[in-house]
């Protein structure tokens, strides 16, 4: 029998729950020191969700394609890519902070995409989790945790 694919999980935030401005990249220059004030209520409102997510459904074990869907209420030109910064915040409090997933490295998450979603409406943002299939990614589960906590993959050295 078939086994069945996971649903993917998503959290809808409204603007009325942002715990600020979107970081933008092009808003993000300087020390870290004064970036991670803009990140760090992102992070925990990430972390927020994430503790959610563990609660109703358990954590990910498999790895898990990441979307940031963003609504806006006008037309204005915008890059949505530039977003980066948001949907990387809200992906460290998920997968870091709250442990919602195994990590936040290549073999567990691809993307994180970001998607300017239509018609316009009430500004909210929607961070989907769509599970993968285990080694989906190209590397197996215990292939990445060996090469990430070494940070190197064993090779022979050449013989003379």
């Known amino acids: 029998m078939r086994e069945r694919k996971p649903a993917p999980w998503s959290a809808t935030i409204p603007e009325a729950l942002w715990p600020g401005r979107l970081i933008n990249i092009n808003d993000v ?4 020191r004064y970036t991670s004030k ?4 992102w ?20 790895p898990v394609r990441v979307w940031l869907e963003v609504r806006l209420p ?4 915008r890059d949505s890519g530039n977003l980066y910064p948001t949907v ?8 870091t902070d709250a442990g919602a997933l195994p990590g936040d490295h290549d073999g567990v998450v691809e993307g994180p995409w970001i998607k300017r979603v239509y018609p316009n409406g009430p500004a909210c943002l929607t961070f989907i ?13 215990s292939a990445a945790a060996a090469t990430f906590s070494t940070g190197v993959t064993s090779t022979s050295p050449p013989t003379p």
């Open 43 to 62: 992070r925990e409102l990430g972390a927020g969700i994430g503790e959610r997510l563990k609660a109703q459904h358990g954590a990910f074990t498999t």
């Open 74 to 77: 006008n037309n204005h030109r």
């Open 88 to 95: 990387k915040a809200l992906l460290d409090g998920v997968a």
């Open 129 to 141: 989790l769509e599970p993968m299939p285990p080694g989906a990614l190209g590397v197996s589960r």
């Open 29 to 32: 220059r300087g020390h870290t």
């Open 38 to 41: 803009r990140t760090r209520p």
